[in-house]
C-alpha cells in the first residue's frame, strides 16, 4: 500500500484474503477518505501478496516489485495514475516480503531483503537495491541489517560486511533526518529489536535509547512532522498491537486508548490529503510460518480499516 500523489489517494494493490478461502489478489483499490473504492484497469500485475510497493516521487509512478503467488515473483510494474506497463528492466531475484521505501534525499527507490524457496528450502536476501526511475542497480555490501524479509528497519553491529539473515522487517523515509530507517525482523538471536538507516549509499547501525521490544511483520509508515510510525507486529508474546513514533533520534511509546486489535503484516501507508497514516487488514499469523505450521490463514485474515491521527496521536475506525 502507498499514497499516489497523481491520483491524490493510498492505493491497495492485491494480498492475500479470506474469500475465496487463501488465495492471493489482483484488484487494485484507492481510498477516498470515508471507503475504499475500486480502481479499473484492464492491464494489471497478475495476483499477488507479500510484494513491496513504493511511490517513486521523481518520476510521478508507483512501484511494485514481485510478491508471491504459488511461486516467489521477480517482476517490476509501473502505475503512472491511470495504467500499468511493466518494466523490461533486470532487476532483483525474485522474492516476496522485501523492504521498500522511497528515498527522497537521492530520489530513488530502496529496497532490502526479502524471502523465496528453493527445493523446499528458505532462501534468505540481504541485498539492497535501488532504483531510479528507469533502472535497477545493487548495491555493494555494507554493514547491513542482519534481517530481510519483513523487516522495518534498524540492527546492532555486526563484524562482517555481509551479515547473517532472516525474515520479517519493515522500512519508512524520515524527512527530518533524510534517511530511511529499517526495523525488526528475525536476525541471529531471533526477533530484532534493532534499528539501521540508509543514507549516502550505505547502512548505517542506530543505537537510541529506547526501541520497540523485538518482532517481525509490523506496519510503518511516515507520520507527519518528520516522524515515522510502527504498530504491531509477531514478537515472543505472539500478536503485537502497540504502537511506537520514531522521532530521527528515538522511539517511544504511544499509549493509544482504542486502536487496532494485534496483528502483523498489515499494510499501512501516509495520507498527506487526510493527514493520517492509513492502516488496513493484517493477519493472525506470521505468513512466515506458511508451509510449516499448518495455519489456514483464512480464519485470521483481518479485513478492517484504521486511521492514526499523529496531531492528536489517536486511533479510529473506519468504515
Known amino acids: 500500500m502507498a499514497y499516489d500523489a497523481a491520483m491524490g489517494r493510498v492505493v491497495l494493490v492485491g494480498g492475500f484474503g479470506s474469500e475465496p478461502l487463501d488465495a492471493s489478489h489482483a484488484d487494485m483499490w484507492s481510498w477516498a477518505g470515508a ?3 475500486p480502481v479499473a484497469a484492464t492491464v494489471r500485475p497478475p495476483a499477488r501478496w507479500e510484494a513491496a510497493m513504493a511511490y517513486d516521487e521523481a518520476t510521478g509512478q508507483l512501484l511494485l516489485f514481485g510478491g508471491l503467488n504459488s511461486t516467489a515473483l521477480g517482476d517490476t ?9 511493466r518494466s523490461s528492466a533486470p532487476g532483483p531475484p525474485a522474492r516476496y516480503g522485501a523492504a521498500m521505501a522511497y528515498d527522497a534525499a537521492s530520489r530513488e527507490i530502496v529496497l532490502y531483503g526479502g524471502m523465496a524457496w528453493t527445493d523446499h ?17 545493487e548495491r555493494p555490501p555494507t554493514p547491513a541489517p542482519s534481517v530481510s524479509a519483513g ?11 555481509v551479515p547473517s539473515v532472516t525474515a520479517g522487517a519493515s522500512m519508512s ?15 541471529p538471536t531471533g526477533y530484532s529489536d534493532r534499528t539501521w538507516a540508509w543514507n549516502d549509499d550505505r547502512w548505517t ?10 518482532r517481525v511483520e509490523s506496519s510503518m509508515a511516515r507520520a507527519g512532522s518528520g516522524s515515522v510510525v510502527l504498530f504491531g507486529g509477531y514478537g515472543r508474546q505472539g500478536k503485537l498491537a502497540d504502537t511506537w513514533i520514531w522521532d530521527g533520534t528515538t522511539w517511544t511509546q504511544l499509549a493509544v486508548s482504542h486502536g487496532p486489535p494485534g496483528r502483523g503484516d498489515a499494510a499501512m501507508a501516509f495520507d498527506p490529503a487526510n493527514d493520517d497514516a492509513l492502516l488496513f487488514g493484517g493477519s493472525g499469523h506470521p505468513w512466515s510460518t506458511i508451509g510449516s505450521t499448518g495455519v489456514e490463514l483464512g480464519s485470521s485474515i483481518y ?6 491521527t499523529p496531531t492528536t496521536k489517536t486511533a479510529s475506525a473506519s468504515s
Request: hydrophobic fraction near 30%.
Open 303 to 308: 479485513d478492517d480499516t484504521w486511521t492514526f
Open 205 to 214: 547501525q542506530l543505537d537510541p535509547s529506547r526501541s520497540p521490544p523485538g
Open 35 to 37: 471507503g475504499w473504492v
Open 77 to 85: 510494474w509501473l502505475w503512472d495514475g491511470r495504467r500499468w506497463t
Open 121 to 137: 528450502k528458505p532462501v534468505m536476501f540481504t541485498d539492497t537495491w535501488t532504483w531510479d526511475g528507469n533502472r535497477w542497480t
Open 173 to 187: 523515509y524520515v524527512s527530518r533526518t533524510r534517511t530511511v530507517i529499517l526495523f525488526g525482523g528475525t536476525g
Open 151 to 161: 523487516a522495518s528497519m534498524p540492527y546492532r553491529p555486526q563484524t562482517t560486511t
